[in-house]
Structures are given as structure tokens and as C-alpha cells.
């Protein structure tokens, strides 16, 4: 029985050795139920509430597939990726300064240590992140400076692992999410991937970020999507 959960340092070890994975869309993402129709989703819900917008931050940005998508949707804008892996970074900024005449900043952190300051950002995304996020008061604080850091008008955009609120429908979740890996690959990577939830996530029910978004002053809450224990959703910041 896992009895700690991963430090900060063991996360950003495994991130570390994973960018080509994660560098591709076909396989970085495939882990996650409808992960690049939720990206889609997110893309395109993003440009249609913020049009104008033109500068984003990327918490948890990986290889920068998030940015990527918007920019297909918003070119041209300023991208702020912040991630715990310097060499996910390192193929982010790569990646995404190849498809935007605007700048291109990286910020290697923990989204809870990070300084993001105040109505910086038109868009915010964190993309398969949020998950790592341990107390109510880390999940409070995330929310708000995430708040802070965005203009008046402008959104942010969830794609994450999700808990159920009832145990036996979280059992269901699971054993139904257990089948789409085994359908992916095998049992044994079903079991692998089950094996690395249990000691490195945390996840909230949607409920639960909902509700914390509107605490903290979001607008315009809303689901785009949920599929099991995958889900995506936002809000707006009112002008």
C-alpha cells in the first residue's frame, strides 16, 4: 500500500526522462479518454470567449501541445510556458517560438511557488496538472493566484484526471478507464499506469474546481466535456 505520495523532485525526474513521448500527439496524450478532443474543445472555446486575446500562460505546459492548439486558433500570440522539466521546456519553447511571431517565455517551477503576477494573461491553461495539487489550501491558492494573473475578460481553460464525488460511481470510473488502457495496450499497462496514479495524483471532481472557481471570483463556469475520469472546463474573469 502506497503510503506517501511523489515529492515535487520524483515528478519532475519521470517528466524529465518523458519529452519525446510527450512531444507527440498521437502518444502523449493517449493515456487520457478523448484527450485531443478536449483539446480541440479548449482551443476553440478559448478564441471564441477571448478573441482578442494576446497573451497566454501554459501551466504544466509539457512539449507545448496546448499552446499549439490555440495558436492555431489565436496566432501570433505571446506564450508564457511553466513547467517543473527543464528539457520539456526546452522542446515547448522549441516547438511553439516555430509557430508564433510573438514571445516566447519559459518559467521552469512549481505552479504553487511560481510569481505570476497580476492581469498578465488573456488565456490561461493547465492541461493533465492540476491533479498534482495535494491540500484544499495548495488547490485554494493555485485558483486564486491563477485568478490574479489574468485580465479583466479573459478565461481559463481545464483538461485534467478527475475524481468522482461518490465512491462506488469512482469505482465504475476507474474500472471502465482501467478497460480503455487495456484496449490501448495490455493489462500490464493498464496496471502501470494505475500503478503511477496511485502514488503520484490527487485529483478533485469537477464539482469540487467548479465551485472553487466561482469562489474565487470566475464567471461563466462551464463544462465542456467529461468522459469518466477525464474531464475539461473553465470560466471567464468578468471585465
Same mark, same amino acid.
Given at each position: 500500500?502506497?503510503?506517501?505520495?511523489?515529492?515535487?523532485?520524483?515528478i519532475?525526474?519521470?517528466?524529465?526522462?518523458?519529452?519525446?513521448?510527450f512531444?507527440?500527439?498521437?502518444?502523449? !496524450?493517449?493515456?487520457? =479518454?478523448d484527450?485531443?478532443?478536449?483539446?480541440d474543445?479548449? /482551443? +476553440?472555446? /478559448?478564441?471564441?470567449?477571448?478573441?482578442?486575446?494576446?497573451a497566454v500562460?501554459?501551466? $504544466?505546459c509539457?512539449?507545448?501541445?496546448?499552446?499549439?492548439r490555440?495558436?492555431e486558433? @489565436?496566432? $501570433?500570440?505571446?506564450v508564457?510556458? @511553466?513547467?517543473?522539466?527543464?528539457?520539456?521546456?526546452g522542446r515547448a519553447?522549441q516547438?511553439?517560438g516555430?509557430?508564433?511571431?510573438? *514571445?516566447v517565455v519559459t518559467? %521552469?517551477?512549481?505552479?504553487?511557488?511560481?510569481e @505570476? $503576477?497580476?492581469?498578465?494573461?488573456?488565456?490561461?491553461?493547465?492541461?493533465?496538472?492540476? #491533479? #498534482?495539487?495535494?491540500?484544499?489550501? !495548495?488547490? +485554494? /491558492?493555485?485558483?486564486e493566484?491563477?485568478?490574479?494573473?489574468?485580465?479583466?475578460?479573459?478565461s481559463?481553460?481545464?483538461?485534467?484526471l478527475?475524481? %468522482?464525488? #461518490?465512491?462506488?460511481? %469512482?469505482?465504475? /470510473?476507474?474500472?471502465?478507464?482501467?478497460?480503455?488502457l487495456?484496449?490501448l495496450?495490455?493489462?500490464?499497462? *493498464?496496471?502501470?499506469?494505475f500503478d503511477?496514479?496511485?502514488?503520484?495524483?490527487?485529483?478533485?471532481p469537477?464539482?469540487? %474546481?467548479?465551485?472553487?472557481?466561482r469562489?474565487?471570483?470566475? =464567471?461563466?463556469?462551464?463544462i465542456l466535456h467529461?468522459?469518466?475520469?477525464?474531464?475539461?472546463?473553465g470560466?471567464?474573469?468578468?471585465?
Open positions: 500500500m502506497v503510503t506517501a505520495k511523489s515529492t515535487v523532485e520524483e519532475r525526474t519521470r517528466f524529465d526522462r518523458d519529452v519525446e513521448r512531444s507527440n500527439l498521437d502518444t502523449g !496524450q493517449a493515456a487520457m =479518454v484527450a485531443l478532443m478536449m483539446m474543445l479548449i /482551443a +476553440e472555446a /478559448a478564441s471564441l470567449v477571448t478573441p482578442g486575446a494576446r500562460l501554459d501551466i $504544466g509539457g512539449a507545448g501541445n496546448y499552446s499549439l490555440l495558436l486558433k @489565436l496566432p $501570433g500570440m505571446d508564457t510556458l @511553466l513547467d517543473l522539466s527543464k528539457p520539456m521546456l519553447s516547438r511553439v516555430e509557430a508564433t511571431a510573438g *514571445r518559467l %521552469q517551477a512549481d505552479v504553487r511557488e511560481a @505570476l $503576477g497580476e492581469a498578465n494573461y488573456d488565456i490561461v491553461v493547465a492541461a493533465a496538472v492540476l #491533479h #498534482h495539487l495535494r491540500s484544499d489550501d !495548495q488547490w +485554494e /491558492a493555485v485558483f493566484k491563477t485568478y490574479r494573473c489574468i485580465k479583466p475578460g479573459g481559463f481553460w481545464i483538461f485534467d478527475v475524481a %468522482q464525488s #461518490h465512491s462506488k460511481v %469512482q469505482a465504475m /470510473a476507474m474500472r471502465r478507464y482501467g478497460d480503455y487495456v484496449s495496450r495490455d493489462a500490464s499497462y *493498464r496496471d502501470a499506469v503511477y496514479m496511485e502514488k503520484e495524483d490527487t485529483p478533485k469537477v464539482v469540487y %474546481q467548479l465551485d472553487l472557481m469562489r474565487v471570483g470566475f =464567471v461563466d463556469v462551464d467529461k468522459n469518466g475520469c477525464g474531464a475539461s472546463f470560466g471567464v474573469k468578468a471585465r
